[in-house]
């Protein structure tokens, strides 16, 4: 659920700036590609896209930075990396929101 994810994200997020200013170690972040059909330039569409963008970017730790028309997918960057890959909350969210059919995601 989403509201998990919010929870996990700040404590990361708290972490990540004590690793930083106290422990004075480095933090990287990475940057993704999640697959996503764009859709067209009608009313709808651009409303599903706002929808995804809002329920990625709701979580603390990861922002959209761009969708890709050509490619089909979001630019996603995440701020904290975090080791179990990208099947978390925020994925399940996009899921509940848009129906399995509309995305996929890479195993």
Known sequence: MVCWSI?????LLTTAL???IVLRRRVEGTTFRV??????DNGR???QRAL???AVSITPNSYVV??????DSLLV???VSRRVGCRGGRQR???HVHGPARISWRR
């Open 66 to 71: 761009d969708i890709d028309p050509e490619g």
């Open 45 to 47: 569409d651009g409303a």
């Open 18 to 20: 004590w690793r930083r």
């Open 7 to 11: 929870v996990v994200d700040c404590g």
């Open 77 to 79: 960057h995440r701020l």
């Open 35 to 40: 697959p996503f059909h764009r859709g067209g």
């Open 52 to 54: 995804v963008n809002f």
């Open 93 to 95: 969210a996009l899921k």
